[in-house]
């Protein structure tokens, strides 16, 4: 008798060990959401004669609202409920906040001019983005604050905050945070792969293998290994008023975080990328001759709800 209660503890301890685990977002119809992201990025150019260190601090903090759900996928009204930029380059330092009410800095009065102007994501319950619309009207009465800008100023600087606050750096951010979560269920320590495209002040192709860590009480700990390959088809592309584009590229990546087991919305991320390639700058009256020289791309990003 004492054989068989033992032999049927071990039985029921094993099949709790294997029972998998199915990961696959939950949320509620009108419930709210919320990301914080802290994004430090420190790009390095060593062009011919001078290395530059660009380092920029990016916080946003997100609200994103069920507004519908169609089977396996969420339509999303998100807002951009708090936005802060640190930059140092060349010596020099600049701060935008949009929780800067005292001071009369333009451009955080600008910045806090793009909060709490819904737009819309589209994802399915996987965590895939697969739409973002209407993300231009964030940046509608932005310029309010700086009347006395030229329209090609304008237009620069919102490119520019397109770059740090737009459709791209949506998708980006949100798949950094989430990854793709598994069709199938999973054992702990079982991998599973996924595929994106990572768009920040480059373009290249994301390949990153996950396997759920660790069971917690309340949360899953899921950990990824990425490699980062060129996404470029050779054509040079406007950035600042010049045209640029990058080869060569090649990175790898790692991701921890935990989602929790109810909704698996995550609670906390921490993400770790770093890239290299070569930047070739086209020939133009504003630098004859072209330019061609390595770059290095460090990232780190953390995320927490």
């Known amino acids: 008798m004492k054989k ?3 032999l049927s503890l071990l039985f029921t301890s094993l099949c709790g060990f294997a029972q998998k685990i199915t990961l696959s977002l939950n949320l509620k119809q009108d419930s709210t959401y919320y990301l914080t992201t802290n994004a430090n990025m420190t790009v390095i150019q060593d062009i011919p004669g001078q290395r ?3 380092t920029t601090l990016l916080n946003a903090k ?3 609202k069920v507004i519908a759900i169609r089977d396996s996928v969420y339509d999303m009204e998100v807002e ?3 936005l802060a930029m640190h930059i140092e380059v060349g010596g020099k330092t600049m701060g935008f906040s949009s929780d800067d009410t005292v001071s009369s800095n333009p451009v955080s009065k600008m910045i806090a001019a793009m909060l709490n ?3 819309s994501i589209t994802i399915t ?3 895939k983005v697969l739409e973002v619309k209407n993300i231009d009207h964030i940046f509608d009465g932005m310029f309010k604050a700086m ?4 329209d090609a100023q304008k237009a620069q600087f919102k490119d520019q905050m397109q770059q740090s606050f737009g459709e791209k750096t949506i998708r980006t951010n949100f798949q950094d945070a989430f990854t793709i979560l598994p069709s199938q269920s999973v054992n702990v320590g079982e991998p599973w792969q996924s595929s994106s495209t990572l768009e920040t002040i480059l373009s290249c192709k994301t390949l990153t293998t996950y396997s759920v860590k660790e069971r917690q009480a309340n949360a899953y700990v899921i950990h990824g290994e990425t490699v980062m390959t060129a996404n470029d088809n050779g054509e040079y592309k406007p950035f600042n008023g010049i045209m640029m584009r990058y080869d060569h590229i090649s ?3 790692t991701t921890e975080l935990k989602v929790d087991k109810a909704t698996c919305w995550v609670t906390e991320a921490t993400v770790i990328k770093n890239i290299k390639g070569i930047v070739s700058i086209q020939d133009s009256p504003t630098i004859p001759g072209g330019l061609t020289f390595p770059m290095s791309l460090a990232v780190d990003l953390t995320v927490t709800n």
């Open 4 to 6: 068989i209660f033992t």
């Open 52 to 54: 530059q260190v660009i």
């Open 62 to 64: 997100v609200s994103h």
């Open 80 to 82: 951009y409920k708090k």
């Open 117 to 119: 102007k819904p737009f």
């Open 125 to 127: 319950k996987s965590g």
């Open 147 to 150: 009347p006395q800008l030229t």
């Open 251 to 253: 990175g790898t990546g």
